[in-house]
């Protein structure tokens, strides 16, 4: 019923840019809080950023000053700025969303996952 589509990942060198986008689509009648993860190969999934319905937003420490993540409430979308990429900023990125559908109570929803590589 619902779906999250990540686009923008990709191969970038270090200090380069990358804009991640996330689109939720389906029978929604509400989106609250909605954030980024990564995974990087070997090691757990973690928070990156995270923003809620009224825009408030939050950065693991690593990130702060270089990621920057905001939402078109109008579109159902995420984005993740990400500037001045690192070597270990090198993960897949995943879209995280909590949805209420119609008739139904909020959910936690994942998108596939999006690439994100950075090496010269």
């Known amino acids: 019923q619902v779906q999250l589509v990540e686009s923008g990942g990709g191969l970038v060198q270090p200090g380069g840019s990358l804009r991640l986008s996330c689109a939720a689509s389906?029978?929604?009648?509400?989106?609250?809080?909605m954030a980024w993860y990564r995974q990087a190969p070997g090691k757990q999934r973690e928070l990156v950023a995270a923003i809620s319905s009224g825009g408030s937003t939050t950065y693991q420490d690593s990130v702060k000053g270089r990621f920057s993540i905001s939402r078109d409430n109008a579109k159902n979308t995420v984005y993740l700025q990400m500037n001045s990429l690192k070597p270990e900023d090198t993960a897949v990125y995943y879209c995280?969303?909590?949805?209420?559908?119609?008739?139904?109570?909020?959910?936690?929803?994942w998108g596939q996952g999006t690439q994100v590589t950075v090496s010269s």
């Open positions: 389906g029978n929604i009648f509400s989106i609250n809080a």
């Open positions: 995280n969303a909590d949805i209420r559908v119609w008739g139904s109570d909020i959910r936690d929803y």
